[in-house]
């Protein structure tokens, strides 16, 4: 079985790798280390105005590129097989894709505990992907 988990570089996502080692069957799983990245401003048509602004947005891609390398290999380093990805697009359409694509059947994600007034107007990722996925959430909490 195939375990993804989705980070965002937060405590909870480091609580959640730590989950992860824990799981019986890690160590015969693929895991997929994810990053949702902003996506690309020219590629939803916005004016990504300056060189320098160009420049900015492609040093943050390489710097969570960096950071979910880091996660993946602290990972094999325990014995897991793992693979770090940073992919852009919306968040939870985006890692619901990679679920199917990486053939998961496993869903790792963080919950910020943002209270109940942040998750009615904004929502949360947790709680988007918990409602639409259709392998097993395990849901960490930042405690």
């Not at 943002?114 to 929502?123: F, N, P, Q, R, S």
């Amino acid at each position: 079985m195939n375990i993804l988990i989705a980070v965002d570089f937060s405590e909870v996502s480091r609580k959640a790798l730590d989950v992860v080692r824990t799981l019986p069957r890690a160590e015969n799983a693929k895991v997929f280390v994810i990053h949702v990245a902003e996506p690309d401003p020219e590629f939803v048509g916005w004016d990504t105005g300056p060189e320098v602004v160009r420049e900015q947005v492609a040093a943050e891609f390489h710097r969570e590129r960096q950071q979910v390398e880091a996660m993946a290999d602290d990972l094999r380093k325990s014995g897991i097989e793992a693979a770090g990805l940073v992919v852009q697009g919306p968040t939870v359409a985006t890692i619901l894709d990679e679920v199917q694509r990486r053939d998961a059947g496993l869903l790792v994600v963080g919950s910020h505990g943002h209270g109940a007034a942040y998750d009615l107007t904004v929502g949360s990722i947790s709680t988007g992907v918990i409602r639409k996925s259709v392998v097993p959430v395990l849901v960490v909490p930042n405690r």
